[in-house]
């Protein structure tokens, strides 16, 4: 090989990087020209640098650091020189590392002195965070190359002036870079640095905040590197961190989990793989999983002299421990090692190294770690004004803590409502609801102190307004109707033709595991699509205290929320002009009333000896107290935290005889409130499959001759959505099937397929009152922190005033007797309320009967 194309290898190195060692050590390496020799292993060493084995990597570039004086060519002397000096940075001798950079710099000219600028820049801005300096080279760099005097390097410039640009508050400056980056990739027919330019533009999104747009991109450059058969694990980190700002610790898991078998992965890959589990794992709960993945990556980081990312592993590990239980004055000692050096190398991870330090310290008692709490949360306070919205909350959430312990309830109070602004403003621009739900996890921690305070503070009405504030506010910012995607309508009706494959084949036996996969992935394709939807930019307004006490005052209404604090379940009871507060008891006591509720109600359904009135004594007292036993004859609405979302009120006896709804939140119960309708326009769907043949709507629209009716084979998905769209009551007799594990694919079955969901977001109105008779078709999933999934979830959501639907399994032909008087009632004037009483004082003479009645419930109004 003669010089030219040596160089020539060297230069394009990295677009096959174990070909070009190969063919070094082969042609370069023994070649007696110095000057060859010298380029051959300074390949050698890069690659190997690269694959983390820098023990391996130095004695290659020092080698072509000799030989390249030895030709005395002093171009080659300063290229072999600025690439050990990066090199030394990299392993952690910075200083050493820098001074050969800076020499390098000096003795150069013309492109080869742009190269080494670049690699300069590199090191100022992405290790050592000096972005001015790096900016500086990196102008100088591009001037050199201008004229293409080497686009290749010339294209690393561009990509490594938009992380700066990052880095520096230029995101505009920084998208043009890229773009720049993406358009000589392109030119060139760079496939993976055309790839790699779609990501930093996704990860550039994922800097703005704008987390639809960062995992639409992220999401592209995947699939575009999967096109040329590569694995970035860059990308995989990335997509683990933007779910993770979703709240999708699961699915950032899976991405990574999946990375990590795709193929055999450098030492430096699996490092790197291995800390996104960790916080994956850290992030869903899973604390042997983040240990065992920190521990192992931070061992093989630190044999990679990759010290910087080292603290991150460390931290993770202590974080996972410290979640896990593990003694405190152990795991302060280790944090406050941790502390100093995250400090020493000024990492962004700094503050979370200071709150979880701030957290053991207050698990140890002496005056000492009393001390280090204080100074540690007001080191980290400091962050409130970070650029990172992400940072921000945390720099609040300390600010809070240390205003606590120095007994400053309203300043407490301030802080966390700053933290949970800043989390507003990120939610709001989030299209998907399942997206809005699971990110509200990031402010459990502000919004449990925050309730906590108010609780000591003895104020009722402060504590409802705090119980109120982080309270399914993902359902009170309705979604934009009628903007469906075409690809993923597709998509949709591709998943329900799929699922009539599936029930053919089982009906016949046959198996079914390809059918299942393949409806896995329709499904996961229909998900990420949701990811990708903006939001409104519409954030939950506050609770109006007076205007809800008016409200329930012109209404004749009391109002019973329920708030958990620290395990103990407190009732707040607003109605004629003030608020009181009431200890209830344990939480996990209600949990389990409830359960025990639920299982009575279904073996009364099916027509066993059961004790209802037990069951619903015992509940009320777990559930309730003595919450209601001061509101005379007055109208209730309850409302209890998500995981009490499946209580079936009307089995308590202080419910059973007067009218009653629940609401996930008092906020909605008012926009409930305040919802019409236009015309009166009535909708009975039925579709096949139910156990009854939905025998109740015949009997219904013979008592209401004006009432439409759709059933059998016209009750379609497109024609069932047609139907309810504007409805002002819309009454669908169809199986329901509830998804636990994925709530937003909750469907009605109907002629052609389920109804999922996702579908609803197709109607340009939504129904104004909703009857769903099947089973369980009441059921939503508590996510995030205090939200809540699932078909009845998403009708309250879009603007559906109120909905009746079920919370067990009920009996066929005892639902339709209840339905027939819930109709009635409503034919009579009577609200959803009214109805249900009516329904259910139908049915008290019949055991089967009054167990059906007492299993649904009233969302709304």
């Known amino acids: 090989m003669d010089r030219d194309d040596a160089e020539e290898l060297l230069r394009v190195l990295f677009s096959d990087p174990e070909l070009s060692r190969r063919r070094a050590e082969e042609e370069l390496v023994p070649d007696p020209d110095p000057a060859i020799s010298s380029i051959g292993h300074q390949i050698v060493g890069i690659v190997l640098r690269d694959l983390g084995q820098m023990d391996e990597a130095l004695p290659h570039l020092r080698t072509a650091l000799r030989l390249a004086r030895r030709s005395g060519e002093q171009e080659r002397w300063g290229d072999a020189l600025a690439t050990l000096g990066t090199s030394l940075c990299t392993a952690g001798w910075v200083r050493d590392g820098m001074r050969k950079l800076d020499q390098a710099v000096e003795v150069l000219d013309g492109v080869p002195r742009g190269r080494a600028l670049v690699r300069r820049a590199y090191l100022t801005g992405h290790l050592l965070a000096r972005f001015e300096e790096s900016a500086a080279d990196l102008r100088e760099a591009r001037r050199l190359f201008a004229g293409g005097g080497d686009q290749v390097w010339e294209k690393r410039a561009l990509n490594l002036e938009g992380l700066v640009d990052v880095g520096l508050g230029e995101l505009e400056a920084a998208e043009r870079a890229f773009v720049a980056y993406g358009d000589i990739a392109e030119q060139l027919g760079d496939e993976f640095d055309a790839g790699l330019a779609q990501h930093n533009k996704g990860w550039l999104a994922y800097v703005r905040g704008d987390l639809p747009s960062a995992l639409e991109r992220l999401a592209a450059a995947n699939e575009r590197y999967d096109s040329i058969g590569m694995t970035s694990t860059d990308l995989v980190y990335d997509r683990c961190l933007a779910y993770l700002a979703a709240g999708l610790a699961t699915d950032a898991l899976e991405v990574v989990e999946r990375a990590l078998v795709v193929r055999p992965l450098l030492p430096r890959e699996e490092a790197d793989l291995l800390v996104a589990v960790a916080e994956a794992a850290l992030a869903a709960g899973d604390w042997h999983r983040a240990t065992t993945a920190a521990d192992r990556a931070s061992v093989i980081l630190g044999r990679q002299l990759r010290h910087v990312h080292q603290l991150q592993a460390d931290l993770l590990s202590l974080s996972a421990r410290a979640e896990a239980g593990e003694p405190a004055p152990v795991l302060l000692r280790r944090t406050e090692r941790l502390v100093e050096?995250?400090?020493?190398?000024?990492?962004?991870?700094?503050?979370?190294?200071?709150?979880?330090?701030?957290?053991?310290?207050?698990?140890?008692?002496?005056?000492?770690?009393?001390?280090?709490?204080?100074?540690?949360?007001?080191?980290?306070?400091?962050?409130?004004?970070?650029?990172?919205?992400?940072?921000?909350?945390?720099?609040?959430?300390?600010?809070?803590?240390?205003?606590?312990?120095?007994?400053?309830?309203?300043?407490?109070?301030?802080?966390?409502?700053?933290?949970?602004?800043?989390?507003?403003?990120?939610?709001?621009?989030?299209?998907?609801?399942?997206?809005?739900?699971?990110?509200?996890?990031?402010?459990?921690?502000?919004?449990?102190?925050?309730?906590?305070?108010?609780?000591?503070?003895?104020?009722?009405?402060?504590?409802?307004?705090?119980?109120?504030?982080?309270?399914?506010?993902?359902?009170?910012?309705?979604?934009?109707?009628?903007?469906?995607?075409?690809?993923?309508?597709?998509?949709?009706?591709?998943?329900?033709?799929?699922?009539?494959?599936?029930?053919?084949?089982?009906?016949?036996?046959?198996?079914?595991?390809?059918?299942?996969?393949?409806?896995?992935?329709?499904?996961?394709?229909?998900?990420?699509?949701?990811?990708?939807?903006?939001?409104?930019?519409?954030?939950?307004?506050?609770?109006?205290?007076?205007?809800?006490?008016?409200?329930?005052?012109?209404?004749?209404?009391?109002?019973?929320?329920?708030?958990?604090?620290?395990?103990?379940?407190?009732?707040?009871?607003?109605?004629?002009?003030?608020?009181?507060?009431?200890?209830?008891?344990?939480?996990?006591?209600?949990?389990?009333?409830?359960?025990?509720?639920?299982?009575?109600?279904?073996?009364?359904?099916?027509?066993?000896?059961?004790?209802?009135?037990?069951?619903?004594?015992?509940?009320?007292?777990?559930?309730?107290?003595?919450?209601?036993?001061?509101?005379?004859?007055?109208?209730?609405?309850?409302?209890?935290?998500?995981?009490?979302?499946?209580?079936?009120?009307?089995?308590?006896?202080?419910?059973?005889?007067?009218?009653?709804?629940?609401?996930?939140?008092?906020?909605?119960?008012?926009?409930?409130?305040?919802?019409?309708?236009?015309?009166?326009?009535?909708?009975?769907?039925?579709?096949?499959?139910?156990?009854?043949?939905?025998?109740?709507?015949?009997?219904?629209?013979?008592?209401?001759?004006?009432?439409?009716?759709?059933?059998?084979?016209?009750?379609?998905?497109?024609?069932?959505?047609?139907?309810?769209?504007?409805?002002?009551?819309?009454?669908?007799?169809?199986?329901?099937?509830?998804?636990?594990?994925?709530?937003?694919?909750?469907?009605?079955?109907?002629?052609?397929?389920?109804?999922?969901?996702?579908?609803?977001?197709?109607?340009?109105?939504?129904?104004?009152?909703?009857?769903?008779?099947?089973?369980?078709?009441?059921?939503?999933?508590?996510?995030?922190?205090?939200?809540?999934?699932?078909?009845?979830?998403?009708?309250?959501?879009m603007g559906t005033a109120g909905v009746v639907s079920s919370l067990a399994e009920v009996d066929d032909a005892a639902t339709v007797e209840v339905m027939v008087a819930l109709h009635a009632s409503l034919r009579a004037g009577g609200g959803l309320g009214d109805a249900l009483l009516a329904a259910r004082q139908a049915a008290v003479d019949d055991p089967v009967m009054a167990a059906t009645a007492a299993s649904f419930t009233v969302l709304g109004t």
């Open 341 to 797: 050096r995250c400090r020493a190398a000024q990492v962004a991870e700094l503050p979370q190294a200071l709150l979880l330090g701030a957290r053991l310290a207050g698990q140890v008692r002496s005056a000492r770690a009393a001390t280090l709490r204080l100074a540690w949360l007001e080191e980290a306070s400091q962050s409130r004004r970070d650029r990172s919205a992400r940072v921000r909350v945390l720099g609040w959430h300390a600010d809070a803590q240390r205003r606590a312990l120095r007994h400053d309830r309203p300043g407490v109070l301030r802080a966390c409502d700053m933290g949970l602004r800043t989390l507003d403003e990120h939610r709001a621009t989030l299209g998907s609801q399942e997206l809005r739900a699971v990110s509200s996890g990031h402010g459990a921690r502000l919004a449990e102190l925050a309730v906590r305070t108010a609780l000591a503070g003895g104020d009722p009405r402060q504590l409802l307004t705090w119980s109120e504030r982080w309270r399914a506010s993902s359902l009170t910012v309705p979604p934009a109707y009628g903007q469906h995607d075409p690809a993923t309508t597709a998509d949709l009706a591709a998943l329900r033709a799929q699922h009539r494959r599936l029930a053919e084949a089982r009906a016949d036996g046959a198996a079914t595991e390809h059918l299942e996969a393949r409806a896995a992935k329709l499904e996961q394709a229909v998900r990420q699509r949701m990811f990708h939807a903006r939001g409104t930019g519409e954030t939950a307004s506050a609770l109006d205290v007076p205007e809800l006490l008016a409200a329930l005052r012109e209404d004749d209404t009391t109002l019973v929320e329920l708030t958990e604090v620290d395990g103990e379940l407190h009732a707040l009871v607003a109605g004629r002009g003030r608020v009181r507060h009431l200890h209830v008891g344990p939480a996990a006591a209600a949990s389990k009333a409830v359960d025990f509720s639920l299982f009575t109600l279904r073996q009364a359904s099916r027509g066993r000896r059961t004790q209802l009135e037990a069951a619903g004594a015992r509940l009320q007292q777990a559930v309730l107290g003595r919450a209601l036993d001061r509101v005379g004859e007055s109208r209730v609405v309850v409302s209890g935290t998500s995981t009490l979302q499946g209580v079936p009120w009307g089995l308590l006896p202080a419910l059973a005889d007067r009218p009653f709804s629940s609401t996930p939140s008092a906020r909605l119960w008012l926009r409930a409130r305040s919802a019409t309708t236009e015309g009166d326009r009535r909708v009975m769907l039925v579709g096949p499959g139910l156990g009854s043949g939905g025998a109740e709507v015949p009997a219904i629209a013979a008592q209401d001759r004006a009432a439409e009716v759709l059933d059998g084979a016209d009750a379609t998905v497109a024609a069932s959505l047609a139907a309810l769209d504007g409805a002002a009551l819309a009454h669908v007799a169809a199986h329901g099937h509830f998804r636990e594990d994925s709530p937003l694919f909750s469907s009605l079955v109907m002629a052609d397929g389920p109804l999922l969901v996702h579908d609803l977001q197709r109607l340009e109105r939504p129904p104004h009152r909703v009857v769903l008779s099947a089973c369980e078709s009441g059921v939503m999933a508590p996510v995030g922190d205090q939200e809540l999934l699932g078909l009845a979830a998403a009708l309250l959501s």
